[in-house]
């Protein structure tokens, strides 16, 4: 069973590079997310979608770009990274529904240097 | 706006003891609510979550939560810990007028010692 599946697990940037991180579900979920956590803040949500063609911002959207093109798909794009977005990145995914367990990938380690 | 309190950065408790990890949770109408963990350099498993009924709710490796609508708490317990419990536990809320969001609270590290 896949799951959550991101891509890169690792990637180092300088700042001002762009680059996009990969995340794909084979749960037929509706509902998908991009997190980002850093020590002490817990995870925030940056952007998340419920469903093809949908897409909203949450917390912290800025520098960040998200398409939602298939249900399977939701990558997460930085436009032109800094160093205040070096963080571990988290794609998350479920059912439509607020009671309903959302499940996370194993996260996508990013450093902007 | 939904909002979730970790008051603890870290608890720290004996092998066999039992743990409490605290959360608080505001959000408008019923709440969802969620417990994970988070072992080194992974990501976050599902623990156990509230969504009606009893206010125990019992889920994965032996931890318990309680859901107490007055105090606007879901407390994370265990009765008997173990070292191997040591982890990074987050408590989320899902719902209320953005039912969609899992909003999380900061953390608390758990640290159980032999």
């Known amino acids: 069973n896949a799951g959550v599946t991101q891509t890169p697990k690792f990637q180092v940037l300088k700042t001002g590079q762009s680059m996009t991180l990969q995340c794909a579900q084979d749960?037929?979920?509706?509902?998908m997310s991009w997190y980002r956590q850093d020590p002490g803040m817990g995870l925030r949500l940056i952007h998340y979608?419920?469903?093809?063609?949908?897409?909203d911002q949450g917390e912290v959207p800025n520098g960040y770009n998200v398409s939602r093109s298939t249900t399977e798909d939701f990558p997460l794009r930085l436009l032109s990274a800094a160093p205040s977005q070096t963080s571990v990145y988290f794609c998350?995914?479920?059912?439509?529904?607020?009671?309903?367990?959302?499940?996370f990938g194993e996260g996508s380690w990013l450093t902007v240097v | 706006a939904q909002s979730v309190a970790q008051p603890e950065d870290q608890v720290n408790v004996a092998e066999g003891n039992p743990l409490t990890v605290k959360c608080t949770y505001s959000?408008?109408?019923?709440?969802?609510l969620f417990w994970y963990v988070q072992y080194p350099n992974r990501g976050l498993q599902f623990l156990l979550k509230?969504?009606?009924?009893?206010?125990l709710v019992k889920g994965s490796y032996g931890f318990e939560a309680e859901f107490n609508k007055s105090q606007t708490s879901f407390h994370l317990k265990k009765p008997s810990a173990l070292v191997s419990d040591s982890a990074l536990y987050f408590c989320?809320?899902?719902?209320?007028?953005?039912?969609?969001?899992?909003?999380f609270g900061s953390g608390t590290r758990l640290l159980v010692r032999p």
């Open positions: 998350a995914s479920s059912v439509q529904g607020a009671g309903y367990t959302i499940y």
């Open positions: 749960m037929n979920h509706e509902y």
């Open positions: 979608s419920v469903g093809a063609g949908i897409t």
């Open positions: 959000v408008s109408g019923n709440p969802y």
């Open positions: 509230y969504i009606t009924g009893d206010n």
């Open positions: 989320a809320v899902r719902g209320g007028d953005s039912s969609y969001k899992l909003i």
